[in-house]
């Protein structure tokens, strides 16, 4: 559907692409009592030295160590073919490309998702090319396809994607969602492809290279200026719309996340459900909070979510609060609940930052200004 919006003097008109907030990954182990064995058997290190360590195989190669399926939460619907063949994806800003399984993938992740049937597509093309997608918690081979995608009512006819013949790791099994579609830059992506973003700007599909996130479920009473989300938004023209929103460029972010905390970067992720940072810091978080360690999890008093302090993080000497309302989460069969600090980031990058993921977008309207190599923040209102 198209959307449109005032937000101060400007005005935008946006496709808008419904998403959902499902059971991670880590809740549905947590659940099946199989949390704690599986990160056990695979910490930050082990995956870090596993991508480091593996030869290159045959074909195209997308290596992407940051991300992890394990918390993504938000899902949004697209189909591949013609007829249309539905699938729930992750709509990813931290990778570049598409895939869904296919019905040629052996795995038994593919046994309990939708899978794509080429036979089925009067619009299929076949390259022949293999493919390989790594990730921090598992990996995907497959092919290279062209077919017809449809997200709403965007449709991109001999689009680049990938289809599965195998999906490694435990994790998909458990996974709420069919494949994954990323929003992030082209060098990410498969080498010699133009992922599904690219293509919509280059087609005209979109007027500019920006799209925005909300994840907020509910709007604020009596506030017009936003419908309730979880949503994303592709913008198809917009006037000074974003004159309420405080940008800052990507690559020099600085974030000073709590009074110990000297200045770092940081990575806004769609990808990450939680505040995931180096952890020596988080363990400090953690202690802070008076979270205690609980099968390799930490698990704080409910009661505390109404008494606990915010966490600032300072971006470009402005202030984005995080309260404790966000950064402890409630299990949903288990009453418990959970902080959503995590540590790791060290044995993903040499340099010191933080991944700020759903938690912090739950609070903040983002934009990702692509164009022009950016993101802007509002508060979710």
């Known amino acids: 559907c198209r959307w449109q919006t005032q937000l101060g003097s400007g005005i935008a008109v946006a496709v808008v692409i419904p998403l959902t907030k499902v059971k991670s990954i880590r809740e549905n182990l947590r659940e099946k009592g199989l949390l704690k064995n599986f990160l056990k058997e695979h910490p930050f290190t082990m995956i870090q030295n596993r991508l480091n360590q593996k030869p290159a195989p045959q074909g195209k190669v997308s290596r ?74 598992g990996m995907m081979s497959g092919y290279l396809g062209y077919d017809t995608v449809r997200i709403s009512n965007l449709i991109i006819m001999g689009q680049e994607f990938g289809y599965s013949q195998w999906e490694e790791n435990e994790a998909f099994d458990h996974a709420m969602f069919d494949g994954m579609l990323g929003l992030g830059y082209p060098g990410l992506a498969i080498e010699d492809t133009t992922p599904v973003f690219d293509n919509l700007r280059k087609r005209g599909l979109i007027a500019q290279p920006v799209f925005a996130f909300y994840l907020k479920k509910e709007s604020r009473q009596g506030s017009t200026n936003m419908i309730p989300g979880p949503y994303l938004f592709f913008f198809v023209c917009f006037f000074g719309f974003f004159l309420s929103f405080v940008f800052f460029v990507v690559v020099v972010v600085v974030i000073v996340a709590i009074s110990w905390a000297s200045g770092c970067q940081a990575v806004i992720d769609t990808g990450s459900s939680l505040l995931i940072g180096p952890t020596k810091e988080v363990i400090n978080i953690q202690k802070l909070i008076n979270a205690k360690p609980f099968q390799e999890e930490f698990l704080i008093q409910c009661s505390t979510m109404n008494t606990l302090p915010d966490f600032i993080f300072t971006i470009n000497n402005v202030q984005y609060p995080v309260p404790a309302r966000a950064y402890i989460q409630k299990g949903s069969s288990t009453g418990r609940c959970y902080s959503n600090f995590s540590g790791g980031t060290e044995d993903l990058s040499d340099k010191e930052f933080w991944i700020l993921g759903d938690v912090f977008l739950r609070l903040y309207f983002t934009v990702f200004d692509r164009g022009q190599d950016r993101i802007g923040l509002a508060p979710a209102v």
Not at 100 to 112: G, M, W
């Open 64 to 137: 992407q160590p940051l991300r992890n399926y394990f918390d993504m939460a938000y899902v949004g619907n697209i189909s591949i073919g013609t007829p249309p063949q539905q699938f729930s994806v992750i709509f990813d800003t931290g990778s570049s490309d598409l895939w869904v399984p296919s019905i040629y993938c052996q795995s038994r992740a593919c046994n309990t998702h939708r899978v794509f049937d080429p036979f089925k597509s009067t619009t299929f093309r076949y390259s022949g090319v293999p493919i390989e997608l790594e990730y921090a918690s």
